[in-house]
């Protein structure tokens, strides 16, 4: 992949942009080979491989906004959508808050985001990945009697942005991933499995055997469930688990969100809102994070900001838009649209997963949950869960189908333990943390 | 835009190291939208999707390959990297292929590309707004987005069928947050589907502001939902969201063809209700998941999925129909040119029944009236779902008392379908709005119901006992 030439499309966009009667713009250009192999079975069931190609041009008329999305990089075409995207701006009502951000970035951190292992390696080679990884999840138990299909990813790319006030930077970038769903059969009771890992780097992701071990544990531990009583218990949210609460907190402490009253955050800064374990933390710098970036979609450059100290919420991320809306500064989360996480997570404790469900008396133990929150304004979670009974601190037996139900505020408030397990496999990642209460409903 | 020519080189390219069949999916997709946020047009944007996939399948491998490069040389360079799975399961020959453009019926009119006048979209927006802030002064933020697309896709397969399509796509949805300053509800509405703009003439933005601000007011009210086992009301139109999540996508052919579904080789075995019958309708006039052509360029069907309790049949993509020894059933489907084609659901509803509406809420001692759901999602292998409720009520002693926020239905698919002990006489599509995900494909569906009754579900709120 070639930045330079990727750099160069994003140049030519906006100087099109100018042309066409735009007083600033801004366009960062992305082109990625993306490689996806499955294999069921002991066959290759898909090889799909591509090179895809996107524009997203921003352009700004006397405070009025317009974005454009193309993958056509024709040259006729994208003066046709420039011009498009100008006319629309003139609907846009005026805000003096839209525009390029006062200062870009001027240094380029190396931050390890590049790994030349993932474009150099045989195709071969990653079929034969996909393909062990099936086999070796129908080894791991007897009762694995079929699987949704194993997978390798890859992606070799480049991401470059340039703006009218001259700015133009770009960088490279990787991820591979390998990820499996096997289907165990119980008497009648057929349960799926999912799990996977990501990385920037092949060194970085779990081993083939790790993750068809973790994957078919998922898929046979929870035979037998039972529903279980209605009750108000602790309960201890595996990391993946966890990680989908810290993505409702995200979209809490996004700006957008506040500004649009649309967060239950809202008024809530400097106040303390979670226990004192809660110290959230988004890292654009962390090292070959898969959220990490030297700068964000805007040319801001990136940085480590800690949200929530100690429980008290210190700041919201921002854009340039909305730092100007509600009188901040860019927090570097930029996305080029909106706003977005760069590997926000949930500072680890010192205990193991083993120990916090140790120190548990009675209590439940989630996996796995169904179903979204909607609810970000009154900011309550409700979903549908798996999992494990806790007695005397330990799995008692695996229960299904009910429901654990609360107010954000009140579970982080509730942070009463906080394991060591985090690992940076996404952009937003949490440990395992236990909740003092929470409403479980089932019979 | 694409010629008969290309297309045919490109295929007699794929198979030359063999397969069964290929195909090559062209598209272009243009699409504007405006967003309202405070009262006034906060953003426009202008999309553009182009480009070209081509697909091969031996057995049940397939190969894809996609190129949003149209030059001769890069479609050639997907030709071969589509054609390279038949290396790893040889077999099949590859002929020199002689398309024929095939017409189609048409669901909807694929109207010409001419951009009605920009002003029209920002004074829906504006409307609706308006609408829904002087509905109540409690109303504290209302949010609009307006979507009008135009997809056009040129589908070529091995067997010489060449086949073109037009799939308008308007949207229109509005989002009311209510504040008495200690809490916050809020509503959505949205509406449109395979048609113009001219559609909210008739469905007017004044009519979605009103609803969605009517919602938004009644969760600012709105208890805690109680939790634990109780009788449920799924309401009319919107309710169909269930028969989605509990029964449809495990009837998608993939899973059945896998066997990883729990409505594997059940056909004609009795999995609900006797009171339960569930089509999914490519052919519905404006509907979102209707389909003149699915994305392999087989003709939108009316499918019987359920027959008063039976296991009718499941929804076909080619790949594995041809796995199954059946036929396509129009169900093959695709969020774009980059991505190959799965089975999915079009429109799918429950048709009417004998009760009535006030009959089944009298026979309800105590239970959860879900009006509207806010979402859903279901594991295909148990048949576990759980479903957000947008609009509920609780039912005491044969009448709707209070409104309850935030609650959610939790389930299994055949158990629920099993438990169904009424269905209404009122059976209708709801407001055109949804959107489908399955393996990080999204796409456009319809949904619909009459109101039925489930004799016990679990709901999971915060009130305990």
């Known amino acids: 992949m070639d930045e330079s030439a990727a750099i160069e499309v994003a140049r030519e966009a906006v100087e099109t942009a100018c042309g066409c009667g735009a007083e600033s713009s801004e366009a960062s250009v992305s082109i990625a080979r993306r490689l996806h192999v499955e294999a069921r079975d002991s066959a290759v069931a898909r090889l799909e491989g591509s090179t895809g190609k996107s524009l997203l041009l921003r352009v700004f008329c006397d405070g009025r906004k317009a974005t454009l999305s193309t993958s056509d990089f024709s040259s006729d075409g994208i003066h046709e959508a420039v011009a498009r995207a100008v006319a629309q701006a003139e609907l846009v009502a005026a805000d003096e808050f839209a525009g390029l951000p006062d200062e870009t970035t001027t240094e380029l951190v190396e931050l390890e985001l590049c790994d030349s292992a993932v474009g150099d390696r045989e195709s071969v080679e990653k079929v034969d990945e996909a393909l062990k990884l099936e086999r070796l999840i129908r080894e791991a138990d007897a009762r694995v009697v079929n699987s949704s299909g194993s997978h390798y990813t890859d992606a070799v790319a480049v991401t470059a942005l340039a703006n009218s006030n001259g700015f133009t930077a770009g960088f490279s970038w990787t991820r591979a991933g390998r990820s499996t769903a096997p289907v165990a059969l119980d008497g009648t009771v057929k349960r799926i499995a999912h799990y996977g890992t990501a990385a920037r780097h092949l060194r970085d992701l779990e081993t083939l055997e790790s993750v068809a071990k973790t994957a078919v544990r998922r898929a046979v531990d929870l035979f037998g469930a039972r529903k279980p009583a209605t009750m108000r218990v602790p309960v201890i949210f595996e990391r993946d688990v966890a990680a989908a609460i810290l993505d409702d907190v995200f979209a809490a402490v996004s700006g957008a969100n506040v500004a649009a009253g649309n967060s239950w955050l809202s008024g809530r800064l400097g106040t303390r809102v979670g226990s004192e374990l809660v110290d959230v933390i988004d890292d654009g710098r962390l090292r070959a994070g898969l959220g990490s970036a030297p700068f964000d979609g805007e040319g801001v450059p990136t940085r480590r900001t800690t949200v929530f100290e100690h429980g008290m919420l210190r700041t919201f991320l921002y854009d340039t838009y909305y730092a100007r809306k509600l009188g901040a500064t860019s927090t570097g989360n930029s996305t080029g649209g909106g706003i977005g996480p760069s590997n926000f997570h949930l500072a680890p404790g010192s205990i193991s997963l083993d120990e916090l469900i140790g120190s548990t008396q009675r209590g439940v133990f989630v996996v796995d949950t169904i179903g979204f929150a909607t609810e970000h304004a009154s900011g309550t979670y409700s979903r549908g869960a798996r999992g494990f009974f806790i007695e005397g601190g330990e799995l008692a037996y695996p229960i299904d189908e009910f429901t654990i139900a609360g107010q954000y505020a009140e579970m982080l408030a509730g942070i009463d333990g906080v394991a060591n397990d985090l690992r940076f496999d996404a952009s937003v990642v949490s440990p395992s943390f236990r909740v003092a209460e929470m409403t479980v409903s089932g019979n | ?465």
């Open chain 2, 1 to 465: 835009m694409f010629d008969e020519a290309l297309l045919s080189r490109l295929i007699g390219r794929a198979l030359q190291h063999g397969g069964e069949f290929a195909d090559v999916f062209c598209e272009r997709r243009k699409s504007l939208s405006y967003r309202l946020q405070d009262g006034r047009i906060h953003d426009a944007s202008y999309g553009v999707t182009l480009g070209v996939g081509i697909r091969v399948v031996v057995g049940e491998s397939g190969g894809y390959a996609c190129s949003d490069d149209l030059s001769l040389d890069a479609l050639l360079h997907a030709a071969d990297a589509a054609s390279l799975i038949a290396r790893t399961a040889p077999g099949g020959q590859s002929d020199a292929v002689e398309l024929r453009a095939v017409p189609v019926a048409a669901v909807y009119e694929s109207q010409a590309d001419n951009a009605p006048d920009p002003k029209r979209y920002v004074a829906l927006l504006e409307r609706a707004d308006g609408t829904a802030r002087r509905y109540d002064p409690k109303v504290v933020a209302v949010n609009a987005h307006l979507i009008d697309e135009m997809q056009e896709v040129w589908i070529a397969t091995s067997e010489g069928r060449f086949v073109c399509d037009r799939r308008p796509l308007v949207t229109l949805g509005v989002q009311v947050v209510a504040s008495d300053k200690k809490e916050r509800g809020s509503g959505y509405v949205g509406d449109g589907g395979r048609t113009s703009i001219a559609y909210f003439d008739r469905e007017t933005p004044e009519l979605l502001a009103t609803e969605a601000a009517r919602i938004a007011t009644v969760n600012l009210a709105a208890s805690p939902a109680p939790a634990g086992e109780m009788e449920m009301i799924v309401g009319a139109g919107g309710g169909g969201v269930l028969l989605h999540e509990a029964v449809g996508h495990g009837l998608e052919s993939d899973f059945n063809r896998r066997g990883t579904s729990l409505y594997s080789g059940r056909i004609g075995e009795r999995v609900a209700s006797e009171l339960v019958t569930i089509y999914d309708d490519g052919n519905l006039a404006e509907e979102r998941g209707s389909l003149n052509v699915d994305d392999e360029g087989v003709p939108g069907q009316h499918k019987v999925l359920v027959e008063n309790g039976v296991l009718r049949g499941y929804m076909q993509d080619r790949l594995n129909a041809r796995l199954m020894g059946v036929e396509s059933t129009g169900s093959g489907r695709r969020q774009s040119f980059r991505f190959s084609p799965q089975p999915r659901m079009c429109n799918t509803y429950m048709p009417s029944g004998v009760w009535d509406v006030d009959e089944i809420v009298a026979s309800t001692k105590r239970g959860i009236y879900a009006k509207s759901f806010a979402g859903g999602q279901v594991e295909i292998s148990k048949g576990d779902f759980v479903f957000m409720v947008g609009e509920g009520y609780l039912v005491e002693n044969g009448k709707i008392t209070t409104p309850v926020r935030n609650a959610t239905i939790i389930g299994n698919g055949p158990d629920a379908m099993m438990k169904v002990v009424a269905v209404g006489n009122d059976s209708r599509l709801a407001r055109r709005h949804y959107t489908c995900g399955k393996g990080g494909q999204y796409v456009p569906v319809g949904v619909g119901m009459p109101t039925v009754k489930i004799s016990s579900i679990t709901v999971g709120g915060t009130q305990h006992g």
